[in-house]
């Protein structure tokens, strides 16, 4: 099935559902800003540090509508695959034509629930 992926669809199908996985997270104010979950992943989980971390990588590099797009592509291949449901928040967000940091920096977060800090 994959007996000719290019080095772009492994990063893709690797990193593309880890970052979809952090907007969840965002959007379920798991997080309370898309540089937390950077600072995770580079310092706790070894993510290069010249990528700037996951979520910054997606904004500058990959571009969100095309993380998007690819995100659709690969959930009608495994419509099973929560993992590989394009998040609501990354939907926004391009809805938005914003990239995530900027999408906070611009107050569009829906702060009203509770964040995970304040469950603690």
Same mark, same amino acid.
Do not use: T
């Given at each position: ?22 907007? *969840?997270?965002? $959007? ?9 979950? $950077? ?45 590989? *449901?394009?998040?609501?928040?990354? *939907? ?13 920096? *611009? ?14």
């Amino acid at each position: 099935m994959y007996k000719n992926a290019s080095e772009q669809d492994i990063v893709e199908r690797v990193l593309f559902p880890l970052v979809n996985e952090g907007f *969840k997270i965002l $959007d379920e104010d798991l997080a309370s800003n898309p540089g937390d979950i $950077d600072i995770v992943y580079i310092y706790g989980y070894g993510f290069p540090d010249y990528k700037g971390g996951p979520m910054f990588w997606a904004d500058n590099e990959v571009g969100l509508p095309y993380l998007l797009q690819k995100l659709y592509e690969f959930h009608a291949e495994y419509p099973g695959s929560d993992y590989l *449901k394009p998040s609501e928040l990354l *939907k926004r967000c391009v809805e938005a034509g914003v990239g995530i940091q900027e999408y906070y920096d *611009k107050g569009l977060m829906n702060r009203g629930s509770v964040s995970f800090m304040n469950k603690l």
